[in-house]
């Protein structure tokens, strides 16, 4: 996918790491926030540094041994500031 959009991927996480739980809902969560970063995230341009798409897995500080963090950032142009009161409400396409 990042290859047909021009983007670059870089993937962060600790060796070892496991999450538990329903493997096809997680898959389709981090699916989701990858497809939404590849198509409104931009290549990366050659001053600029780092991944165009980063994707990080790292223990949860505030539940050490008992939960991890995923986050994808892109180099997108984010969500309205109008509009990030929405982003939870279930069916809300911003």
Known sequence: ???ESDLTLRIEAQEGMSIRGNRELLSQA???LLDNAL?????VSPESEGAAITV???PDKEKP????VVSVADRGGG???AERSHV???FVRL
């Open 88 to 90: 939870l409400e279930r």
């Open 30 to 32: 981090v699916a989701n």
């Open 65 to 68: 041994g008992r939960g991890v």
């Open 56 to 58: 990080t897995v790292a």
């Open 39 to 43: 198509k409104h995230g931009r290549p």
């Open 79 to 81: 969500i309205p500031e």
């Open 1 to 3: 996918m990042a290859e």
